[in-house]
T-cell receptor, first 114, second 115 residues
């Protein structure tokens, strides 16, 4: 069975600094997707970034980038130039290509200090 | 451009009461799912559907029923609410095989309290 592990329940970063959130996963599949979702206090689930497993190039979306290590089954999220609005719960999620369901990690609560 | 519409946003139930959480999507997605979110547990799959007339259980299905009569709608029913069902519930939809960006689209969530 696939699993997703986020080992950092809480993280803190100073405004304008860089922070990295960790995620590891376990799967026997070769064709899958990985995602980072952000959940602010509004409770809405917001997609931050996605990575296709067969693409070796790390995904980047503005200040957000990932370090995808397929062999190590690691998928970390780097937030550069952190802003107060980045404070939220962040979830790492896995999806096997042939299924629509996501498997989530337990989340990392990110605080941003002014 | 509604996406996934989930109602209600908040609900308080007494133990033993029943209710239905509504979910509708307008993206013609085959796949629809219900998750519950509890502190420190992430989101866990309750039930899912791969198309109209087809449903299956997820990780935590006990106490919940679903049906899928149309592609658009996927309601979640609590037949006899229990305090253990106090949680935040999310409906989501996605395309299979993935088209476009492959992510799941989520409703706004329902905060349910059972007293």
């Amino acid at each position: 069975a696939q699993t997703v592990t986020q080992s950092q329940p809480e993280m803190s970063v100073q405004e304008a600094e860089t922070v990295t959130l960790s995620c590891t996963y376990d799967t026997s599949e070769s064709d899958y997707y990985l995602f980072w979702y952000k959940q602010p206090p509004s409770r809405q689930m917001i997609l931050v970034i996605r990575q296709e497993a067969y693409k070796q190039q790390n995904a980047t979306e503005n200040r957000f980038s990932v370090n995808f290590q397929k062999a190590a089954k690691s998928f970390s999220l780097k937030i550069s130039d952190s802003q107060l609005g980045d404070a939220a719960m962040y979830f790492c999620a896995y999806r096997w290509r042939s299924q629509g369901n996501l498997i989530f990690g337990k989340g990392t609560k990110l605080s941003v200090k002014p | 451009n509604a996406g996934v519409t989930q109602t209600p946003k908040f609900q308080v139930l007494k133990t033993g009461q029943s209710m239905t959480l509504q979910c509708a999507q307008d993206m013609n997605h085959e796949y629809m799912s219900w998750y519950r979110q509890d502190p420190g547990m992430g989101l866990r799959l309750i039930h899912y559907s791969v198309g109209a007339g087809i449903t299956d259980q997820g990780e935590v299905p006990n106490g919940y029923n679903v049906s899928r009569s149309t592609t658009e709608d996927f309601p979640l029913r609590l037949l006899s609410a229990a305090p253990s069902q106090t949680s935040v519930y999310f409906c989501a939809s996605s395309s299979v095989p993935p088209t476009g960006r492959a992510e799941a689209f989520f409703g706004q969530g329902t905060r349910l309290t059972v007293v």
